[in-house]
């Protein structure tokens, strides 16, 4: 396994515990597929609360400015900017 492969796993994992804080249930079911919006029901409120998370967790700052609808399409999604922005 490499080093990025286990770093995005990191995130993904991250991603998902952070998700279940701010829904307050256990998600069983999410993958890197898992749309956001779709099938978690996410809103603005609840992204922002995801982002703040995130950011505690990882220990990052995530960047207004370079978050784009598209980074928030999947959980996949989501992994893949903050892996690029760490």
Not at 22 to 34: A, M, S
Not at 35 to 62: C, H, I, K, N, P
Not at 67 to 74: A, V
């Amino acid at each position: 396994m490499s080093v990025t492969v286990a770093a995005d796993q990191q995130v993904v994992s991250a991603i998902v515990t952070a998700l279940e804080e701010v829904l307050g249930q256990e998600l069983t079911d999410v993958t890197e597929q898992t749309r956001l919006f779709d099938d978690l029901s996410l809103d603005s409120t609840s992204v922002l609360g995801l982002l703040m998370a995130l950011e505690d967790a990882l220990d990052m700052q995530v960047d207004p400015e370079g978050l784009e609808q598209s980074h928030l399409e999947t959980v996949g999604s989501l992994a893949a900017f903050i892996a690029e922005s760490r």
